[in-house]
Structure formats: C-alpha cells, structure tokens
C-alpha cells in the first residue's frame, strides 16, 4: 500500500444531469458526479468552505469507487433524509494520504484524500 502513497487521479466527465426523483428537490443530481452522504457537521464545514478534503478510508471498496471513473465533481448530501441539503464542489485531485482522526481510532491509517476547490 505504501507504493500508492504517489496515486494522483487527473479527473474528467461528460456533464450530464438528472432530475431528483423528490418532487419539491429544485437542484438536479449530476449523473457524472460522486455521490456521498456527510453527517452535519462535516457537511457544513464543507458548504462554508472551511473543510477543503474528504476523506474515505484506503479499502477495496474506495479504491474502486474513486477509480472507476474520471471524477470532476462531488455532491455531498447532509444525512439519508429524501429532502435533505445537497452541495456540489469541484474536485481538484484525489491522493492517498496517511492520517490521525479520532474516527479511525486515533490510529494512523491510509485513507485517499478528495481535494475540493
């Protein structure tokens, strides 16, 4: 794992939109945009622009959804609710980084790092 330490995704998409299927949703769910659900407080950080990474812990399942596709766009949703707030931000670049939080158990672990402008 450590050789991917260097991993950096150069991204690109097709912009192409859906409408949301929740009939009082004014915005539109981008098809091409990576999709993923914050709780409050990280999503507000990430709205205020004071939170400029994600994070997802280095797994199987991580590595494929970020490399699957070409990303250049993130929609963050604040919880599950049908209704619930959604912001979208640009994605400068996604690398592998290692890091201490206290929701990994304040172990160092590799996790990738999606970059917001």
Known sequence: MAA???FILNMYSVDTQRPSLHKNR???LRVDDLFLILKAEYFNKIKAGTKTSEFRL???YWLTRLTSKN???VTFQ???ASDAP???KKITGIEIVTIEHE???NQPVDVFEIKLS
Do not use: E
């Open 4 to 6: 991917l330490k260097l």
């Open 26 to 28: 004014v915005s539109l």
């Open 58 to 60: 280095m797994t199987a």
């Open 71 to 73: 990303w250049t766009h």
């Open 78 to 80: 604040m919880g599950y």
């Open 86 to 88: 959604r912001v979208r």
């Open 103 to 105: 929701f990994f158990g």
